[in-house]
């Protein structure tokens, strides 16, 4: 008995199921983006768990002074 149809091989299905190596110019693009956007969440993460970490340090000194040793009616005028 013949058959009309080729049976398909196994390499023919798997160059089927391949896709294509080459990206075009947009898809180049968008992975450049998102690699780009999750460098720039990884620091924002760090940056964020630095501040949780040590808040005192990314105050400036002059923020950390005492204000009961200063005359409190400059404060309460202003």
């Known amino acids: ?5 080729p049976t398909p091989t196994p390499t023919l299905l798997m ?4 896709p294509d190596p080459t990206l075009s110019l947009e898809q180049k693009a968008t992975f450049l983006f998102l690699f780009f956007l999750f460098v ?9 768990f630095r501040i949780l970490l040590d808040p005192y340090r990314s105050m400036p000194p002059s923020t950390w ?6 005359d ?4 309460r005028l202003a």
């Open 1 to 5: 008995r013949q058959r009309d149809t």
């Open 72 to 75: 409190t009616l400059d404060y």
């Open 15 to 18: 160059g089927a199921l391949r």
């Open 40 to 48: 720039f969440l990884a620091v924002l993460i760090v940056r964020c």
């Open 65 to 70: 002074t005492d204000y009961v040793e200063k």
